[in-house]
Nanobody, 124 residues
Framework: QVQLVESGGGLVQPGESLRLTCSVS????????IAWFRQAPGKEREGVSC????????YYTEHAKDRFTISRDNAVNKVYLQMNSLKPEDTAVYYC?????????????????WGQGTQVTVSS
């Protein structure tokens, strides 16, 4: 059974960058599309970005477009989210989630495996 572990979160100042990593184990990353979601206190979980399994097609929501870049390295079973020009409103717990082969939109229920999350805090 596939397992996901996020890492790379932390405390940064506005305008700085972070790179989150989703490490996949228990199965081959090649079979899965991986999405990033985030959840801020008191708010619903929302989609950020997704990358398909085979052709690597990428998708971004408005929160991430032009600032974040998703990528994958199937050889080491990792997916990355490079986040630049971070804003205080990006503060949230970031989760990666897996679905078979294709990105399944931004409804969390379409993804059947989740990591435990990593905290990102953007504050001066």
């Amino acid at each position: 059974q596939v397992q996901l572990v996020e890492s790379g979160g932390g405390l940064v100042q506005p305008g700085e960058s972070l790179r989150l990593t989703c490490s996949v184990s228990g199965s081959t990353l090649w079979h899965y599309a991986i999405a990033w979601f985030r959840q801020a206190p008191g708010k619903e979980r929302e989609g950020v970005s997704c990358i398909g399994s085979q052709d690597g097609t990428t998708y971004y929501t408005e929160h991430a477009k032009d600032r974040f870049t998703i990528s994958r390295d199937n050889a080491v079973n990792k997916v990355y989210l490079q986040m630049n020009s971070l804003k205080p409103e990006d503060t949230a717990v970031y989760y990666c989630a897996a679905a078979f082969y294709y990105c399944s939109g931004w409804a969390p229920g379409w993804y059947n495996t989740w990591g435990q999350g990593t905290q990102v805090t953007v504050s001066s």
